[in-house]
């Protein structure tokens, strides 16, 4: 190969989906890290989807719709999918396409107070639920999580972008019927890409990817909240903060990943099914990767972009590129270039979105494995998973629309691998003669399978999450380390608003949050309007009248009800 | 029974009510942290910490773990946590005794209990009932065993703060296991401190949720080896067979509270369970009377199925049998099961526990109902629903001759026809409104169920149909019930 000529590591993750029993302990520790505040009542920067299913916000992998992420012109070259700069400049006042909240949910709250405050009477007070949008009684319609364990497929299920797509296209139909059923949960953060169109699509430059770790995040300062990168992020997990004005994103716990933890969503992760470490790419050959003609070959162009952290050209370029000897070790024993790139049983999510995105997945088995054992077959044999894989053409069809734009033939070798694994171990557990054979049927030594079982079914706390610290000679290019204490009224003196980066000086995030949970969880009555500046905490609302601040004042109509 | 249907037998040793009679509870008093149907009755709620504002162990066979809760702030405002509630109620009430109640002695009645003599007092399964039959009761063979107890009202602060005498001079029993304790008392008395004055003068304390945590661990073979290692020789005495090593290995090791609080640790094999954790083993019941031949508390010492118990036999049920559900149209006048080709549509009704809560607990989160339907839902299959026009999402009303549940459908394939999910206490507190059939706020998931007891339920003192606590009870047949869905208006008061 040719030395790379810029080289720069990126924090990835993998997520291996047979493990998530969609529990959301991701979604709810994320947010109440993250976007426990006003203006972003409607955001998850995690969340976690049921498939067969509409997403979060609903159809958000109809790309004819939102026009998300990139494609290729005439010429070959990419091109955003909403349009070039000079279109993006003409119609910058004109409104974005982009979900709106109905799209998302209309978030709400409850009646909580009735239950403290009614009167006697001779029957149960009830909470009822109240919109937190415009402060009245709502029926609730729909959440961020409303086709959950496919509740109301039948009506609904079709309105799935890929479900729309497979049955268009396959021979076999996905039908909504008990005896065809399948589903798993697909959870999703940010996904970093190598490429990104939000990037791309900010006229502020707001939005930026971290030279030392690729997380990208948007800068608050900058953002002038044009939402242009709300249409450019295909996965549509930048999300507008009404009460700032701006965009926020998943920042995938920068913070703590600065000092060797792992994110909130992974460190909670009850199904242990997460994965974080380092890989090394060629900045330089990622705008022709992500070019690639053919939308099946880029998850090739993607696997390609990862760099070996064992050649020799590779170690002297990360050193002449300043990449610390730490992360060259942590990328030698990163799971992500072990999972995606070595065993190649991880995917990307919707490579033909042309972003490379950095959060990859091992597809399902699980799917295959529970219609057979419903059907009474034995789902752990070799050759009754090989062939259930073959014949059962509407999950594998399906997973290849979300991870290798269509093309089966990846997904069922990664599913074969998997079933090859489960297969092999099962004799060794049972005290067998190890049968060679399996891990030769998906060309994998019986050394390599026996490892590749040893990540994905053992994996400790440290093999899980090889994340090199940053350096501390970085330190004055970092958000928060080394500067989190000696900023303008730092931790213990908290005088900045309640909504962080959007009033006043920025703050750092971590000490931000620490200070506001701390202040609610000692404060001795419900944060006071004055505290908010005359602005309202939504999330900390009861639904109980209007209180002032909720809306804007206007001169002829006295702000608040009279209840 | 008796009341729905006139014509089933009446019973005659006891007076027949045609009402029932009603009445009121002088006084409900309730701790809890959130306001619930509970709560909502109660004439006192008392303001409780939750798990992150106390100490506490936490451990189960599902693995073999201990670990300590260990508060991250402390209790707000005036929560306060179980433990503190329960000793300043118990303070107070033994000053007020003083007074009042005094010291009490009362007749208590105890069943015969598994693991007792009381177990073999009926042999064959032969219940000689003594009502009406002329021969007598004898306590402890045909009837309760009885024995009077002291109460001491104005001790109960003391006692409670205090490990008791009879620890030294009785042991603790488990399992038919008895474990003498006096070192592991001395032990906690070191450890712990003892009681000054009172009723627990000199006794070591336990005064403070974390000095009883210590207890409960320095008294457990599971977390003292010594003890395990000590009930392991009783039993080898008993069973004849070698069992002692299974904790041989860790019998200098103790687990302290302080050890729990560090990271969660691993149990050591007791004879209270009958698992084996032995060299990083995972537990699974039953390991140590399958490979190290302990007999099953059982009437043969085996596993055990063919029950001669009288009754048993007269039900035809001496061996595991298939019954059918009843049928609760021939028996309580309930629709018959199947869509009634109008309105409405009879299913099974099963209350399965939820995925988002355990029993009525986080249900109620703001997060979590905004990551699902957002109150109580009852799944339907696709045939279900369609046979009464309702549409996903659509208010429906479940009823049946217990009670009402208002909710609303999620309409799925994954369920099939004939059956509808309604998950384990979803409770009444979050948008609910009221039912047309009554009138009143829709119930619970349990207001449409009941438990059916029979007869062979009743079965006591008898091998392992023996009363243990959390051991033997009725079977969850009320997870399996009959009723009647409809479509309900759309417009919903609350």
Request: proline content about 7%.
């Amino acid at each position: 190969m040719t030395a790379p000529t810029r080289i720069m590591a990126q924090v990835a993750m993998v997520m291996n989906l047979d493990k998530c029993i969609g529990c959301h302990t991701c979604s709810v520790t994320c947010k109440q890290a993250w976007t426990n505040r006003a203006g972003t009542e409607y955001v998850w920067f995690n969340n976690v989807e049921t498939k067969p299913g509409q997403g979060y916000p609903r159809r958000y992998e109809d790309q004819e719709r939102w026009r998300g992420g990139w494609e290729l012109n005439r010429r070959g070259r990419l091109r955003l999918k909403s349009g070039g700069r000079l279109r993006k400049l003409a119609g910058i006042f004109a409104s974005p396409v982009q979900p709106e909240l109905a799209d998302y949910y209309e978030p709400w709250t409850y009646d909580y107070r009735t239950l403290v405050d009614a009167p006697l009477g001779d029957d149960f007070p009830v909470a009822r639920p109240k919109s937190l949008i415009t402060g009245k009684d709502t029926k609730v319609t729909w959440s961020a999580n409303w086709d959950d364990n496919l509740g109301g497929a039948t009506q609904h299920g079709h309105l799935d972008p890929i479900v729309e797509k497979v049955r268009s296209e396959a021979e076999d139909k996905i039908r909504f019927e008990l005896e065809k059923t399948f589903m798993f949960y697909l959870p999703r953060i940010c996904e970093h890409c190598l490429n990104p169109s939000c990037m791309a699509s900010c006229p502020s430059g707001a939005i930026y990817k971290r030279s030392e770790d690729g997380i990208v995040l948007v800068d608050q300062d900058r953002c002038r909240g044009w939402r242009q990168c709300i249409t450019g992020c295909p996965y549509k997990k930048i999300y507008f903060n009404h009460k700032s004005g701006k965009a926020e994103k998943c920042t995938f716990c920068y913070p703590r990943v600065e000092v060797g933890l792992p994110t909130v969503c992974a460190e909670t992760c009850v199904g242990r099914l997460r994965y974080i470490g380092v890989i090394l790419y060629d900045a330089d050959a990622v705008t022709a990767a992500a070019a690639t003609p053919d939308d099946r070959q880029l998850h090739q162009a993607q696997l390609d972009l990862m760099l070996d952290p064992n050649d020799p050209q590779v170690i002297a370029a990360a050193q002449r590129a300043g990449i610390p000897d730490d992360w060259m070790v942590a990328a030698r024993r990163s799971p992500v270039y072990a999972l995606a790139k070595t065993y190649g049983v991880a995917l990307p999510l919707h490579p033909e979105y042309r972003t490379m995105p950095m959060v990859w997945y091992v597809p399902p088995l699980s799917p295959v494995v529970d219609l057979l054992a419903e059907q009474g077959h034995d789902a752990e044999d070799t050759g009754t998973l090989f062939g259930a894989i073959d014949a059962l053409r509407i999950p594998v069809e399906y997973l290849a629309e979300l991870f290798t734009a269509g093309e089966t033939s990846t997904v069922t070798a990664v599913l074969r691998k998997l079933a090859a694994m489960r297969s092999y171990m099962r004799g060794v557990t049972l005290g067998r003669e190890p049968d060679a054979s399996i891990p030769q049927s998906v060309g994998m030594s019986e050394e390599a399978l026996y490892e590749m079982y040893r990540l994905m079914a053992l994996a400790k706390y440290e093999d899980r999450y090889v994340i090199p610290a940053a350096h501390v000679e970085d330190a004055h290019r970092l958000e928060e380390i080394g500067c989190s204490l000696d900023f303008d009224a730092g931790p213990g003196m908290y005088e900045s608003g309640p909504f962080g980066e959007a009033s006043g000086a920025p703050t750092p995030v971590a000490v931000e949050t620490f200070t506001a949970l701390r202040q609610r969880q000692t404060a001795d009555a419900a944060a006071s309007t004055d505290e908010l500046r005359g602005r309202v905490n939504l999330l900390n609302w009861d639904g109980n009248g209007s209180p002032p601040g909720l809306f804007p004042q206007r001169r002829d109509i006295r702000p608040g009800r009279e209840d | 029974m008796g009341t729905e249907n006139p014509n089933a037998p009446r019973p005659s040793e006891v007076r027949w009510h045609d009402e029932a009679p009603e009445g009121k509870l002088d006084l409900l008093v309730s701790a809890d942290f959130r306001m619930t149907s509970t709560t909502l009755l109660s004439d006192v709620v008392l303001p409780a910490a939750t798990w992150y504002e106390k100490h506490d162990l936490s451990s189960t066979d599902m693995h073999p773990f201990v670990h300590a809760f260990t508060p991250a702030i402390d209790p707000p405002w005036q929560a306060k946590t179980d433990f503190e509630l329960f000793h300043q109620l118990a303070q107070r009430f033994s000053a007020m005794a003083a007074t009042h109640l005094g010291v009490r002695r009362d007749l208590v009645s105890v069943p015969m209990q598994h693991d007792t003599p009381g177990q073999t007092a009926q042999p064959a399964g032969r219940v000689t009932d003594w009502k009406g039959s002329g021969k007598p009761g004898v306590p402890g063979r045909n009837a309760p065993a009885f024995s009077v107890v002291e109460r001491d009202y104005t001790a109960i602060a003391d006692k409670l703060a205090t490990i008791g005498p009879l620890a030294d001079s009785a042991g603790f029993t488990v399992k038919n296991v008895t474990y003498r304790l006096e070192e592991q008392v001395q032990w906690l008395a070191a450890r712990n401190g003892v009681m000054l004055g009172g009723a627990g003068d000199g006794r070591p304390a336990i005064d403070t949720d974390a000095k009883l945590a210590e207890a409960i661990l320095a008294f457990s073979g599971t977390t003292n080896g010594e003890l395990a290692v000590q009930g392991f020789r009783t039993l080898e005495k008993r069973v004849g067979r070698p069992l002692a090593d299974l904790a041989e290995g860790s019998a200098e090791k103790r687990i302290t509270f302080a050890d729990t609080q560090r990271a969660p640790v691993p149990v050591i094999t007791s004879p209270e369970w009958s698992g084996s954790e032995t060299g990083g083993r995972r537990y699974a019941p039953f390991t140590v009377n399958i490979e190290r031949l302990k007999p099953f508390h059982t009437l043969t010492g085996r596993m055990h199925f063919y029950l001669d118990h009288d009754w048993m036999s007269d039900l035809g049920e001496g061996l595991p049998t298939y019954r059918p559900p009843l049928d609760m149209h021939r028996l309580f006048g309930e629709p018959r099961v199947g869509p009634d080709g109008g309105a409405q549509v009879t299913v099974r009704y099963l209350t399965p526990h939820s995925k988002w809560s355990i029993h009525s607990e986080y249900q109620d989160n703001l997060l979590m109902l905004s990551l699902s339907r957002g109150g109580p839902t009852v799944w339907m299959s696709p045939a279900d629903a369609e046979a009464i026009a309702v549409s996903d999402n659509d208010w429906v009303e479940c009823v049946n001759a217990n009670g009402v549940l208002v909710a609303r459908a999620v309409v799925s394939h994954r369920m099939p026809a004939g059956v509808v999910y309604v998950h384990h206490a979803q409770e009444r507190t979050i948008d609910v409104p009221k039912s047309e059939a009554t009138g009143r706020r829709g119930g619970i998931h349990n207001s449409v169920t009941r438990l059916l007891v029979k007869p062979s339920h009743l079965i006591g003192g008898y091998g392992q149909l023996s009363y243990a606590f959390n051991y033997l009870g009725p079977t969850g047949n009320q997870r399996d019930m009959v009723a009647t869905v409809r479509r309900r208006s759309q417009e919903v008061q609350y």
